[in-house]
């Protein structure tokens, strides 16, 4: 399957700590690249590789995976952390791009 | 800095065409991929293709096959996508983004980065 699935929403409040998984045949192959998209916005890369952060991003984004999920870990999430998260890797045949279904994480 | 700017909002008929630019600077133009997504309002995001600009070579996404061409003017450091026989099911915010990655151990890793502003597409009658 080419498929990557997410969660469709999940919340947290101020502070607490939230996971976003995202499931797939091809994270077993491929590493899992997480983008952050608030409304009106671009996507902004968020990790990629095994667990890298761009310049910009706060140190409470996190990446982990384990067979075919791949996680994103937002360690005391922040108001402005509230948006949606996508999950990125390639196709199981390696040759084009899947995106995940998307999260929406709420911070309360 | 790196900066992928694209063009305007477009509004287009069914069955007409339209073709969005992403005009680079900031890197060497022809040493990154550049790939095309597209979000339909409240929808999630969906990848078009890839262009390598230094080749020309291209990559389609089944669903596009047969309807979308990713094209580049390196004078200009300019991509362009070209997606015919609209619907108004292709009504959507489309993306360019710049193609990083590196393979390590076995395992490779692909990220887009910067993306482009994006642009409106509206298909209306």
């Known amino acids: 399957s080419s498929e990557l699935t997410q969660d469709p929403a999940v919340s947290v409040a101020l502070g607490q700590t939230v996971r976003i998984t995202c499931q797939g045949d091809s994270l077993r192959s491929y590493y899992t690249t997480w983008y952050q998209q608030k409304p009106g916005q671009a996507p902004i890369l968020v990790i990629y590789g095994e667990n890298n952060r761009p310049s910009g991003i706060p140190d409470r984004f996190s990446a982990s995976s384990s067979g075919n999920t791949a996680s994103l870990t937002i360690t005391g999430a922040q108001a402005e952390d509230e948006a949606d998260y996508y999950c990125?890797?390639?196709?199981?045949?390696?040759?084009?791009?899947?995106f995940g279904t998307g999260t929406k994480v709420t911070v309360l | 800095q790196v900066q992928l700017v694209q063009s305007g909002a477009e509004v287009r008929k069914p069955g007409a065409s339209v073709k969005v630019s992403c005009k680079t600077s900031?890197?060497?133009?022809?040493?990154?991929?550049i790939n095309w997504v597209r979000q339909a309002t409240g929808q999630g995001l969906e990848w078009m293709g890839w262009?390598?600009?230094?080749?020309?070579?291209?990559g389609y996404a089944q669903k596009f096959q047969g309807r979308v061409t990713m094209t580049r003017d390196t004078s200009i450091s300019t991509a362009y996508m070209e997606l015919s026989s609209l619907r108004s099911e292709d009504t959507a915010v489309y993306y360019c983004a710049r193609d990083l990655g590196y393979c390590s151990g076995g395992s490779c890793s692909n990220w887009f980065d910067p993306w482009g502003q994006g642009t409106l597409v509206t298909v209306t009658s």
């Open positions: 990125h890797s390639r196709d199981t045949g390696g040759k084009h791009y899947v």
């Open positions: 900031g890197y060497t133009f022809t040493s990154h991929d």
């Open positions: 262009m390598n600009p230094n080749t020309g070579d291209t």
